[in-house]
Protein backbone atom coordinates (compact mmCIF):
# COMPACT_ATOMS: atom_id res chain seq x y z
CA UNK A 1 0.00 0.00 0.00
CA UNK A 2 1.39 3.41 -0.69
CA UNK A 3 -0.27 6.50 1.06
CA UNK A 4 0.05 10.15 -0.18
CA UNK A 5 -0.11 13.38 1.50
CA UNK A 6 -0.87 16.64 -0.28
CA UNK A 7 0.23 19.73 0.64
CA UNK A 8 1.03 23.80 -0.55
CA UNK A 9 -2.97 24.56 -1.62
CA UNK A 10 -4.54 27.85 -0.73
CA UNK A 11 -6.32 31.20 -2.67
CA UNK A 12 -4.22 33.42 -4.92
CA UNK A 13 -4.52 36.11 -7.35
CA UNK A 14 -4.49 35.45 -11.10
CA UNK A 15 -0.51 35.73 -12.51
CA UNK A 16 0.55 34.42 -8.99
CA UNK A 17 2.07 31.02 -8.30
CA UNK A 18 1.72 28.39 -5.82
CA UNK A 19 3.67 25.34 -5.01
CA UNK A 20 2.15 22.13 -4.55
CA UNK A 21 3.92 18.78 -3.00
CA UNK A 22 3.31 15.08 -1.86
CA UNK A 23 5.06 12.60 0.27
CA UNK A 24 4.53 9.18 -0.62
CA UNK A 25 5.16 6.45 2.31
CA UNK A 26 4.23 2.67 2.66
CA UNK A 27 5.54 0.43 0.19
CA UNK A 28 7.15 2.37 -3.01
CA UNK A 29 8.39 0.75 -5.89
CA UNK A 30 12.09 2.09 -7.20
CA UNK A 31 10.06 2.33 -10.60
CA UNK A 32 7.12 4.44 -10.88
CA UNK A 33 5.40 7.72 -12.37
CA UNK A 34 4.09 10.23 -9.85
CA UNK A 35 1.59 12.48 -11.37
CA UNK A 36 -0.51 15.77 -10.52
CA UNK A 37 -4.03 15.45 -11.41
CA UNK A 38 -7.12 18.12 -10.81
CA UNK A 39 -10.84 18.40 -11.17
CA UNK A 40 -12.70 21.08 -10.96
CA UNK A 41 -16.46 21.64 -9.68
CA UNK A 42 -18.75 19.72 -12.14
CA UNK A 43 -15.56 18.58 -14.09
CA UNK A 44 -14.41 15.21 -14.95
CA UNK A 45 -10.47 14.58 -13.23
CA UNK A 46 -8.02 15.30 -15.55
CA UNK A 47 -4.13 14.79 -15.92
CA UNK A 48 -1.82 17.83 -15.24
CA UNK A 49 1.52 16.72 -15.21
CA UNK A 50 4.19 13.65 -14.44
CA UNK A 51 7.20 12.89 -13.50
CA UNK A 52 8.69 9.22 -13.76
CA UNK A 53 11.42 7.59 -11.86
CA UNK A 54 13.50 7.53 -14.86
CA UNK A 55 12.75 11.61 -15.02
CA UNK A 56 10.60 11.94 -17.96
CA UNK A 57 8.14 14.26 -17.78
CA UNK A 58 4.82 15.20 -19.03
CA UNK A 59 2.70 17.99 -19.15
CA UNK A 60 -1.00 18.72 -20.31
CA UNK A 61 -0.77 21.33 -23.07
CA UNK A 62 -2.83 23.75 -20.71
CA UNK A 63 -0.62 23.92 -18.13
CA UNK A 64 2.63 23.10 -20.52
CA UNK A 65 4.77 26.10 -19.84
CA UNK A 66 3.67 27.25 -16.63
CA UNK A 67 4.08 24.38 -14.22
CA UNK A 68 6.94 22.45 -13.45
CA UNK A 69 6.82 18.70 -11.54
CA UNK A 70 9.59 17.84 -9.99
CA UNK A 71 11.01 14.83 -7.82
CA UNK A 72 13.16 14.00 -4.62
CA UNK A 73 13.31 9.93 -5.00
CA UNK A 74 15.54 9.33 -2.07
CA UNK A 75 12.73 11.54 -0.29
CA UNK A 76 9.45 9.89 -2.18
CA UNK A 77 7.93 13.61 -3.11
CA UNK A 78 6.99 14.99 -6.12
CA UNK A 79 6.44 18.98 -6.46
CA UNK A 80 4.31 20.94 -8.51
CA UNK A 81 5.17 24.10 -9.06
CA UNK A 82 2.49 26.59 -10.70
CA UNK A 83 3.40 30.12 -12.21
CA UNK A 84 1.26 32.58 -13.89
CA UNK A 85 -2.34 30.89 -12.88
CA UNK A 86 -5.02 31.45 -14.09
CA UNK A 87 -9.18 31.29 -12.71
CA UNK A 88 -8.94 28.17 -14.87
CA UNK A 89 -6.60 26.69 -13.23
CA UNK A 90 -8.88 26.54 -9.87
CA UNK A 91 -9.54 23.34 -8.75
CA UNK A 92 -8.64 20.24 -6.43
CA UNK A 93 -5.30 19.18 -6.80
CA UNK A 94 -4.51 15.22 -6.36
CA UNK A 95 -1.66 13.58 -6.21
CA UNK A 96 -1.17 10.22 -7.91
CA UNK A 97 1.47 7.53 -8.35
CA UNK A 98 1.29 4.56 -10.72
CA UNK A 99 3.66 1.22 -9.68
CA UNK A 100 3.25 -2.06 -10.59
CA UNK A 101 -0.25 -1.66 -12.24
CA UNK A 102 -1.67 -0.06 -9.96
CA UNK A 103 -2.65 3.84 -9.28
CA UNK A 104 -2.92 5.34 -5.97
CA UNK A 105 -4.23 8.74 -4.80
CA UNK A 106 -4.03 11.49 -2.25
CA UNK A 107 -7.06 13.75 -0.01
CA UNK A 108 -6.43 15.80 -2.94
CA UNK A 109 -5.91 19.80 -1.83
CA UNK A 110 -8.03 23.12 -3.13
CA UNK A 111 -6.52 25.73 -5.28
CA UNK A 112 -8.30 28.99 -6.12
CA UNK A 113 -7.32 31.79 -8.41
CA UNK A 114 -9.02 34.53 -8.43
CA UNK A 115 -9.26 37.12 -10.64
Known amino acids: QVQLVESGGGLVQAGGSLRLSCTAS????????MCWYRQAPGKQREFVASRSSSSTTNYADSVKGRFTVSRDNAENTVNLQMNDLKPEDTAVYFC?????????WGQGTQVTVAS
Open 26 to 33: GTISRINT
Open 96 to 104: NVRQNWQHY
